[in-house]
């Protein structure tokens, strides 16, 4: 019994390892492209964003263009999404998603403040950037560089996805499919952007209602209980491992993992996720960026273990 358990701890480890080195991988890319240590093409990597268009219909039932979020079997996600099969190859159809407010936004594009309740006192209320070239900074096109914008942030994010794709495509066969999505989150104006499969948060981030058990209580000034509209500087994973990045004053201690929590629920299915962040900060100036995250889909991993037979080699 013993042996038992220690291989499958050994199983469990060796599984979430491979998530965080995939998260370690995205994050300094990311950095780099957000630092100038990478030189970016003058193209812009398309990017998708529906929060603005499904605000107005009800929850988890927006009618939208279908292409924008292909889903296909081959890709073998764990979300309960409908998937379809296609007889071509569709990875030039997965897209990176952002999900952006224009509420209350400086002329750069920071938002550090909220007019709730006059704003986002329900979905409908919420406003939220659905074209990138109107976002603050987008003047600059191909000139833009750095995180100083919204546009700024969105061009780096936008070139990260020659990672971000390609951390959820790889091994597909062979590998637990335990990482739900990689994200970038920013300091300066809340942006949310990252690539999750067949699992598109963008078409719901309108409906996230903040409350006790949502947001942090070192957020609750900037989210009050009621406002709606999804922001990850209200989320205790973020504000925790911003506190802990900024004690520690160096990179050497920058990943915060969570304990499990019930990340969504499906029908009488619940999933279980632990968020990893690591935190960018400016090496010149020690201005925090934002944060690099993978959700860790502890639910699959959990189902796994309980399988008679594991393949304790795989991953």
């Excluded at 107005?56 to 999404?81: A, F, H, I």
């Excluded at 100083?148 to 066969?173: E, K």
């Excluded at 502890?298 to 393949?311: D, G, Y």
Aim: aromatic share 12%; hydrophobic share 30%.
């Amino acid at each position: 019994l013993d042996s038992t358990a220690e291989m499958r701890a050994i199983y469990a480890s060796a599984v979430i390892s491979s998530f965080l080195r995939d998260l370690h991988v995205y994050f300094r890319i990311t950095g780099w492209l957000l630092f100038g240590a990478l030189e970016r093409s003058e193209s812009f990597t398309k990017m998708t964003s529906l929060t603005e268009h499904c605000k107005d219909q009800p929850e988890n039932n927006c009618s939208y263009d279908k292409s924008l979020t292909t889903c296909d079997c081959k890709w073998g996600d764990q979300w309960n999404v409908e998937c379809e099969h296609y007889d071509y190859d569709t990875r030039t159809q997965q897209y990176q998603w952002y999900i952006t407010s224009n509420e209350d936004t400086l002329p750069n594009g920071d938002r550090n403040s909220t007019s709730y309740p006059k704003l986002a006192n329900s979905p409908m209320t919420t406003s939220w950037v659905h074209n990138v070239n109107e976002v603050p900074g987008a003047e600059k096109g191909e000139k833009a560089a750095g995180y100083h914008t919204t546009y700024d942030r969105f061009r780096a994010g936008s070139a990260a996805s020659m990672i971000s794709i390609p951390v959820l495509n790889y091994d597909t066969g062979t590998r637990l499919k335990g990482s739900t999505g990689v994200y970038s989150a920013f300091e300066q104006d809340g942006t949310f952007m990252g690539y999750s499969g067949c699992e598109h948060f963008h078409l719901v981030a309108a409906f996230f209602l903040s409350d006790k058990r949502t947001t942090s209580c070192n957020a609750t000034d900037f989210c009050p209980h009621g406002k709606y509209g999804f922001d990850p500087r209200c989320r205790d994973w973020y504000t925790t491992a911003r506190k802990k990045a900024l004690e520690a004053g160096t990179e050497d201690d920058l990943l915060h993992v969570t304990p499990p929590f019930i990340y969504r629920s499906t029908g009488d299915e619940a999933f279980v996720s632990s968020t990893a962040a690591m935190s960018w900060v400016d090496p010149k100036t020690n201005e925090y960026i934002g944060q690099g995250i993978v959700d860790i889909d502890t639910t699959a991993i959990v189902r796994k273990l309980n399988q008679e037979q594991t393949p304790l080699g795989e991953s």
